[in-house]
């Protein structure tokens, strides 16, 4: 089982990015995935999630309006869009899966990692 994570960068504040994580080995498309992301010397963070058939989304209140969450389960692969992004955005991005009954928002609900995407917004 993989998961891909691709589209970091670096961008402008204000700027826009779109992540990308692929899965493969498994379908996913009973699961809630999700997106976290980890700043230097911080603990990993809950960003977004999503549910398994799109339908329900989740979102960190710092993203909010900013960030949309969406999955294409045809291609097994989520998305995260990134606008008006801001310098504490900057991070390595990680999408997950999860694939048991749990709360979408803690790390220890989910099963299987990729293995991160940076994003620098610069001021």
């Known amino acids: 089982v993989q998961l891909q994570a691709s589209g970091g960068g670096l961008v402008q504040a204000g700027g826009s990015l779109r992540l990308s994580c692929a899965a493969s080995?498994?379908?996913?498309?009973?699961?809630?995935m999700g997106w976290f992301h980890q700043a230097p010397g911080k603990e990993r963070e809950f960003v977004a999630a999503?549910?398994?058939?799109?339908?329900?989304?989740w979102y960190a209140d710092s993203v909010k309006g900013r960030f949309t969450i969406s999955r294409d389960n045809a291609k097994m692969t989520i998305y995260l869009q990134m606008n008006f992004l801001k310098p504490e955005d900057t991070a390595v991005y990680y999408c997950?899966?999860?694939?048991?009954?749990?709360?979408?928002?803690?790390?220890?609900?989910?099963?299987?990692w990729g293995q991160g995407t940076l994003v620098t917004v610069s001021s």
């Open positions: 997950a899966v999860m694939t048991r009954i749990g709360s979408v928002y803690s790390t220890t609900s989910y099963d299987y």
């Open positions: 080995g498994r379908t996913f498309s009973r699961d809630v």
């Open positions: 999503i549910s398994a058939s799109g339908g329900r989304t």
